[in-house]
């Protein structure tokens, strides 16, 4: 499967590690009012972007007839492991934090 996520200046990085991950993340939590979000986008369409009060958004961006969805993480774990589940095209573990909140 294949996936890219975009740093909170808009560089993309095709498919980064758990590591590089948790940087892209960090760097959210420094970032300024103009770089507000980073986002990973799946191939499948399906993306997370996340905001530095770990709100998420979930969208399909091939498909403008799905409602985005938010969903605000309790900690950066918790951001972490919903991104690394997308990564790895486990669409339904990621649908499945919205229906646990």
């Known amino acids: 499967m294949s996936y890219f996520m975009n740093n909170a200046m808009g560089e993309s990085l095709d498919e980064p590690t758990e ?8 760097e959210l939590q420094n970032t300024d009012t103009e770089h507000f979000d980073v986002s990973l986008i799946h191939e499948s369409g399906w993306s997370l972007s996340v905001y530095p009060d770990r709100t998420l958004v979930w969208e399909n961006v091939n498909d403008g007839g ?18 690394l589940k997308l990564s790895r095209g486990d669409i339904s573990a990621v649908i499945s934090l919205w229906h646990e909140s």
Do not use: K
Request: without cysteine; aromatic residues 4%; charged residues 25%.
């Open 19 to 26: 590591a590089e991950i948790r940087e892209i993340l960090t």
């Open 66 to 83: 799905v409602e985005p969805l938010e969903l605000a993480l309790e900690s950066w774990h918790g951001v972490t492991d919903a991104l």
